[in-house]
C-alpha cells in the first residue's frame, strides 16, 4: 500500500522555540493532507486540512498562527508548531490520499506519527 | 457535522475468542466507514473498510458489518491472537467530504 512518512518521529524541545514536523507521501501525490493531534490515550482529532498550493482550512478551536501549515509539493506538507509550549506537547498525526483516488474512494494513509515533548 | 461514538472503550478476550466492537455515526450522508488498528506510539492502519452500498466485508479473520438504516456499523475479529491486541478506531466519512470523523477508540487485550 502507499506509504506517508512523518519526520522526526519524536522532538523534544525548551518552551518558546518552534518545531517543524515534516509529513511526505513517498510514492504517490497528495493534493490533500490532514494533520491530526491525539493526545495519550484519546481519539485522533482533526486540527487543519493542508491543500497543495493554497491556504489551509483549519478546524475550529486550532490557532492557524500557532500551527503553521505549508503545502509546497504534491508530496510534502510541514506542520510548524510555533512559540511551542507545555501543552503543546502531544502526538502530530498526518494523513494523505492517493491523487489517483481522488473524489469519492476514501482511504486515506497515515504517517507513524511525531512525539513533540515540550520542556 | 458528524458524530461517531464508539463502544466499549475497553474490552478483554480469551485467546481464539471472538471480539466485537459496535459504533454509531450521525450523519445519514456518510457513505464511507474504515477501522484503523494503533499499536502503542504508532499511526493508525487501516485494517478493514466499507462502503454504504455494501452491508458486510470480511477479510480473513476481520468483518465489518453496516446497518444504514439505524446508522451502526460493527468490527468482527474471530479467532483472537495476542497480536491482536491495540487500539481500535472506527471513522466515518460523508460523501463530498474529504474529513474522516474519528470514534474514541477501543482498547483490545487478548489474554494468553
Known amino acids: 500500500g502507499a506509504v506517508v512518512s512523518q519526520h522526526p518521529s519524536r522532538v523534544i524541545c525548551k518552551s518558546g522555540t518552534s518545531v517543524k514536523i515534516e509529513c511526505r507521501s513517498l510514492?504517490?501525490?497528495?493534493?490533500?493532507m490532514f494533520w491530526y493531534r491525539q493526545f495519550p490515550k484519546q481519539s485522533l482529532m482533526l486540527m487543519a486540512t493542508?491543500?497543495?498550493?493554497?491556504?489551509?482550512?483549519?478546524e475550529q478551536g486550532v490557532e492557524k498562527d500557532k500551527f503553521l501549515i505549508n503545502h509546497a509539493s504534491l508530496t510534502l506538507s510541514t506542520l510548524t508548531v510555533t512559540s511551542a509550549h507545555p501543552e503543546d506537547s502531544s502526538f502530530y498525526i498526518c494523513?494523505?490520499?492517493?491523487?489517483?483516488?481522488?473524489?469519492?474512494?476514501?482511504?486515506?494513509?497515515f504517517g507513524e506519527g511525531s512525539r513533540l515533548t515540550v520542556l | 457535522g458528524e458524530n461517531v461514538e464508539q463502544h466499549p472503550s475497553t474490552l478483554s478476550v480469551q485467546e481464539g475468542d471472538s471480539a466485537v466492537i459496535k459504533c454509531t455515526y450521525s450523519?445519514?450522508?456518510?457513505?464511507?466507514f474504515p477501522w484503523y488498528k494503533q499499536e502503542l506510539g504508532k499511526g493508525p492502519q487501516l485494517i478493514i473498510d466499507?462502503?454504504?452500498?455494501?452491508g458486510e466485508k470480511k477479510d480473513q479473520r476481520i468483518a465489518v458489518t453496516l446497518n444504514k438504516t439505524a446508522k451502526h456499523f460493527s468490527l468482527h475479529i474471530t479467532e483472537t491472537q495476542p497480536e491482536d491486541s491495540a487500539v481500535y478506531f472506527c471513522?466515518?466519512?460523508?460523501?463530498?467530504?474529504?474529513?474522516?470523523?474519528f470514534g474514541t477508540g477501543t482498547r483490545l487485550t487478548i489474554i494468553p
Open positions: 450523519d445519514s450522508a456518510s457513505n464511507y
Open positions: 510514492d504517490f501525490q497528495a493534493t490533500t
Open positions: 466499507i462502503r454504504s452500498n455494501v
Open positions: 494523513s494523505a490520499r492517493d491523487l489517483l483516488g481522488a473524489g469519492d474512494t476514501g482511504e486515506l494513509f
Open positions: 493542508s491543500n497543495e498550493g493554497s491556504k489551509a482550512t483549519y
Open positions: 471513522a466515518a466519512k460523508s460523501g463530498g467530504n474529504e474529513k474522516l470523523t
